[in-house]
C-alpha cells in the first residue's frame, strides 16, 4: 500500500496536507486543484499499472461524466472509474477526448468511434448519447441492458454481504446511513439499491426498524450530519453497527461518532461501500465494501473494443465485490 509520505511526493504537498485532505478535515483551507492533485495521486498509487502501450487501430473515443469536476473530488469513486478508463485507453494507445455531461454540446463537434459514459443516465440521456455514437458503453448504470452495453456492480448483493456480516457479530440493532440521486435530466428520482436491499433484508430477519434509517445525498458532510442526528435521535439507544451507502458517507459518519467520544468499533460498527483509496488513511481505517472501479474502468474500453470491432450482441458486464474488514468494525 503506498503511504501519506509516497502521496505528498507524487501531489508536491507536505504529508501533513495530505493527511488532512484524506481525512476530509473541514477546518482545511486548500484549493480544489490541490485536492485534485492529493486525491488522483492516492488513487494512481492504489492502480496496479499495465506494462507496455499498444499500436491504436482504433481512432478517438470519448469519455463523458455525469460528475461535475467539483461533485468529482466529493466521491472518489467516478474518479477511480475515469482513471481505470484513461489508464486503458493509455495502453492501447487510443486517443481519448473528456467531457461532462453539461457540455454535450462541444462533443458533438467531435469525430469520435466511440462514447463511454460514466454515472447514472436516465433513458432520454441515454438516446441523445447514441445519436451520437452507436458503440456506447455505460459504465455504473444500466439505462436499457437490451440496448446498451453496460459494466456494473450488485449494489443489492454487497448490501446483503454487509448485512450478513452483521448478523454474524451479533448485532440486532442495525442503522443505515445513505443517499438518494436524481436523474441530471431531472425526470425521475433514481431508485437506490443498497436502501432497496437494506429494507428487504431486514424485514425479511425480523430487524427492520425504520427509525434507524437516515437518508440524505452522497457526501462526507451529510453522512457527518445524518450520523449526528442519529446520535441526538437514540442516544444510548443508537444502532451498534450502521452500513453506510458509500465511503464518503461512512467518513462524515466516522467523524461525528468521534467528535461525540462514541467509540469505533467498540460502540459503534461501521462499514461503508466503494473502497475509494483514501479509505485505508481515515481514522479508524473504514471497512468497506471494494468495488473494482479501475477495473470496471478498464472492462468499459475493452468493452468498447468488441463493439468496434464488429460484435452486435449486447453486453452487460457485472464486476464482482469484496468486503473488506479493517478497524471501523469487528
Not at 39 to 59: D, H, I, P, Q, T
Not at 247 to 254: N, Q
Not at 274 to 303: C, Q, R, W
Request: aromatic share 10%; with cysteine; charged share 30%.
Amino acid at each position: 500500500m503506498a503511504t501519506i509520505k509516497d502521496i505528498a511526493k507524487k501531489a508536491g504537498v507536505s504529508i501533513a496536507t495530505v493527511s488532512r485532505v484524506l481525512n476530509y478535515d473541514a477546518t482545511l483551507s486548500v484549493s480544489d486543484e490541490t485536492k485534485k492533485r492529493i486525491f488522483e495521486a492516492a488513487e494512481e498509487l492504489n492502480y496496479k499499472k499495465k506494462s507496455g502501450v499498444r499500436k491504436s487501430e482504433f481512432g478517438k473515443i470519448a469519455l463523458i461524466q455525469w460528475y461535475t469536476e467539483k461533485e468529482e473530488l466529493e466521491d472518489l469513486y467516478y474518479m477511480s472509474i475515469r482513471l481505470g478508463v484513461e489508464n486503458r485507453c493509455r495502453h492501447h494507445g487510443i486517443q481519448l477526448v473528456k467531457y461532462f455531461y453539461d457540455s454535450l454540446e462541444e462533443l458533438k463537434e467531435e469525430e469520435i468511434q466511440g462514447l463511454i459514459a460514466i454515472g447514472k443516465y436516465s433513458r432520454r440521456q441515454a438516446e441523445e448519447l447514441s445519436a451520437l455514437s452507436k458503440n456506447l458503453v455505460f459504465v455504473d448504470f444500466s439505462p436499457d441492458e437490451d440496448q446498451y452495453d453496460s459494466v456494473v456492480t450488485d449494489l443489492d448483493r454487497a448490501t446483503v454481504k454487509v448485512l450478513h456480516y452483521f448478523l454474524e457479530k451479533g448485532h440486532k440493532k442495525i442503522g443505515y446511513i445513505g443517499g438518494r440521486e436524481e436523474f441530471k435530466d431531472q425526470t425521475s428520482m433514481i431508485e437506490d439499491p443498497r436502501e432497496r436491499a437494506f429494507k428487504r433484508f431486514l424485514t425479511e430477519k425480523g430487524l427492520w426498524n425504520d427509525a434507524y434509517m437516515y437518508v440524505g445525498t452522497f457526501s462526507v458532510d451529510q453522512g457527518y450530519s445524518l450520523m449526528k442526528k442519529a446520535i441526538q435521535d437514540h442516544g444510548d439507544n443508537l444502532p451498534t453497527a450502521f452500513l453506510a451507502g458509500n465511503d464518503p458517507l461512512a467518513i462524515g459518519a466516522l467523524r461525528a461518532l468521534l467528535e461525540e467520544q462514541i467509540s469505533v468499533p467498540e460502540r459503534v460498527n461501521i462499514i461503508g461501500i466503494n473502497d475509494i483509496s483514501v479509505s485505508k488513511y481515515v481514522f479508524p481505517s473504514l471497512s468497506t465494501v471494494k468495488v473494482h472501479t479501475e477495473l470496471m474502468g478498464e472492462t468499459a474500453v475493452d468493452t468498447m473494443l468488441e463493439r468496434m470491432e464488429g460484435r452486435k450482441t449486447v453486453k452487460k458486464i457485472n464486476i464482482a465485490t469484496e468486503l473488506m474488514i479493517r478497524n471501523s468494525s469487528f
